[in-house]
């Protein structure tokens, strides 16, 4: 007997210092049919791959992190050389209620796996620490990052990029952009020679559907993908810095057996931020916004009046009511108009915001980055007391590390002063409006004011609208427009933004026929319920929303005519419903019918090219 122990002890000794079970290193989602399976290839490297149903969605794909090119040599690479220490898992079913949203319970269903991986490797003779890769897998996707836990050896980690590869099945075809408020080209990997947004949504050559997408994003630099030998590659905007404990966002594969379910699961992205941290959030309103286009004291006033007609929430103030935005002498603590907006420069605000409160009705400033950036501290308390309801930021600085994590702060900052804020141009969501719910909304998107056609607009809610919402800024009267009137209408039911810019373009006297947009006196722009019945990106979409007992369904097709089906069985069995049906009469207006439906019935439309249908279910 003391024979075989010797030599057990001998073989424990040429064992590897640790042993992980390989079942240990995969993680199924709560229904069982995502998997996420994690190995170590030759040379220590860290690789993943998942499945649906057994089917590929990611195939054997690298892992990792390297360091900073241009800063310490020594700094190490995480990306190799790796050994797993020790695993974890823990099992999350709960829900939670968001402020606002596109519903008004949001489930959080998943399980975790954490890994932690040791670099076999020792750097001038002392282990370099561990680092983590956090999985969770969700019904509607797999979500991951990497975290630095606290250490004294990595008190510093410096990253120059990332090495997060994603390998899509063969015959898989993306929408890609090059930027945010870029155009969407459908494309095999190796037609794409750019860097390409996210959120990014492939069909795969299995039929399944999938968009990569990141969430919290608030500290570190943006990632975009590149393709490089076939596969999707990360790739940071710039370098970073950090201390552990230390994580970066999460990288997120959603997945869906048709497109459709992606944005009804959008939601996912929320749950991968922090919770609210907002106590008293009665000060923050939701709404429907017009742009004062005048900045005069008599424009704006018409404005309020037509506010109150066409029941609106909040009227706009942009760009030249303190000067030319981007001259260093514009000072956005005082009222000076811009003389190219208007020469006499009488525009009262205090006056306006004033009449506007009497009225029940918002006042949005917005503000350049240039002016933000030199007095954020000091103009965010003057608002507060003049009575404005938000501010939307402008030209924003977006990618790097530095600027991500400026932008976040200065929500939180309008968030101490009870500002609503609504940030424009190239900054792309990632969910931090569940945590700073004064976020309203953010452009990020190709919106009405650029004129995009029909085709454009079906792809957006299976790409941009993944990510949160956008403001699209609608222009319906403008001669521009390449779309219908009647499918502006239904995009403003399918694109979700808690500020709905619905009058971009035009003054009060610009809508003579209020028939036309009766939809937007009564159009809400939260909902508690959502469902898409139907959609393919490109072609054509429908979503149905429910606010309170009332429902409304937009369904836009591409740049081609197409028969439409609408069921309300989104309805409540054995009760009857009044439906306002608004669509384009073939003459450039609006044609209003009313009908009455219940559960089992469905409408059928003939949609022009470019056009779409709007509809109010109401009891």
Not at 92 to 115: A, C, F, M, N, Q
Not at 399 to 420: C, D, F, I, P, Q
Request: charged share 25%; proline share 6%.
């Amino acid at each position: 007997m003391s024979r075989l122990v010797v030599i057990f002890g001998i073989l424990l000794f040429f064992l590897p210092r640790y042993t992980v079970a390989q079942d240990s290193l995969r993680v199924t989602s709560p229904n069982g049919h995502l998997t996420f399976k994690f190995s170590i290839q030759p040379g220590g490297v860290p690789s993943y791959e998942i499945s649906y149903n057994d089917q590929p969605v990611i195939m054997p794909s690298r892992l990792g992190l390297l360091n900073n090119p241009n800063g310490n040599p020594n700094a190490p690479n995480w990306n190799e050389k790796f050994t797993v220490v020790k695993t974890s898992v823990r099992r999350v079913d709960t829900s939670w209620k968001p402020v606002y949203g596109e519903r008004d319970e949001i489930p959080d269903r998943y399980h975790e796996l954490t890994l932690t991986l040791q670099d076999t490797v020792k750097v001038n003779g002392r282990e370099k620490g561990e680092m983590q890769l956090i999985v969770r897998a969700y019904d509607e996707g797999i979500a991951f990052r990497y975290f630095f836990p606290e250490s004294t050896r990595t008190q510093i980690i410096e990253i120059g990029q990332e090495a997060t590869h994603f390998r899509l099945p063969p015959d898989t075809r993306f929408y890609a952009t090059d930027h945010a408020q870029g155009s969407y080209t459908l494309t095999e990997p190796e037609g794409w020679k750019k860097r390409a947004e996210l959120p990014l949504t492939a069909q795969l050559g299995n039929n399944l559907w999938t968009s990569i997408l990141h969430a919290g994003a608030t500290d570190f630099p943006r990632m975009r993908l590149e393709v490089r030998e076939g596969e999707l590659v990360s790739t940071l905007f710039g370098e970073t810095l950090g201390t552990s404990p230390w994580g970066t966002p999460w990288r997120v594969v959603m997945v869906a057996e048709e497109p459709t379910q992606l944005l009804e699961n959008n939601y996912l992205i929320l749950n991968l931020n922090a919770p609210n941290k907002i106590k008293d959030t009665s000060w923050i309103r939701p709404g429907r916004v017009m742009r004062e286009v005048t900045l005069s004291t008599a424009g704006a006033r018409k404005l309020v009046d037509f506010a109150v007609g066409q029941n609106l929430d909040f009227i706009h103030f942009d760009a030249g009511w303190y000067g030319h935005e981007y001259e260093v002498a514009s000072d956005a603590s005082r009222v000076s108009v811009d003389p190219k907006r208007n020469p006499v420069n009488d525009l009262d605000l205090q006056a306006i915001i004033r009449y506007a409160k009497e009225k029940g009705k918002g006042v949005i400033l917005y503000v350049n980055h240039r002016a933000l950036e030199n007095q954020l501290d000091s103009i965010f308390p003057l608002y507060q007391r003049w009575g404005v309801a938000g501010v939307k930021f402008g030209f924003v600085h977006t990618g790097s590390h530095y600027w991500t994590a400026w932008m976040h702060e200065a929500v939180k900052k309008a968030a101490r002063y009870h500002l609503m804020v609504d940030i424009h141009d190239e900054y792309m969501p990632t969910g931090f409006t569940r945590t700073y719910p004064n976020l309203m909304t953010q452009e990020g998107v190709r919106g009405n004011e650029e004129f995009p056609d029909a085709t454009h607009n079906t792809v957006l809610p299976f790409t941009r609208f993944l990510a949160g919402p956008a403001d699209y800024t609608y222009c319906f009267n403008e001669p521009r427009l390449k779309n219908t009137k009647a499918h502006q209408l239904a995009l403003s039911i399918i694109n979700y933004s808690p500020w709905q810019y619905l009058y971009w373009y035009g003054k009060p006297e610009t809508y003579p026929n209020r028939q036309e947009i009766e939809l937007w006196k009564y159009l809400p722009t939260t909902w508690n319920e959502t469902q898409v019945p139907t959609g393919v990106p490109g072609e054509y979409v429908t979503v149905a929303r429910r606010n309170k007992n009332e429902w409304y369904v937009g369904s836009v097709t591409n740049n081609d005519a197409r028969k439409t089906t609408v069921s309300f069985a989104f309805l409540p069995k054995g009760k009857k419903y009044t439906a306002d049906i608004y669509e384009d009469d073939g003459q450039g207006s609006i044609r209003k019918t009313t009908k009455s439906v219940q559960a089992t019935d469905q409408l059928d439309f003939d949609l022009l090219p470019r056009g779409g249908v709007a509809v109010r279910v109401r009891e």
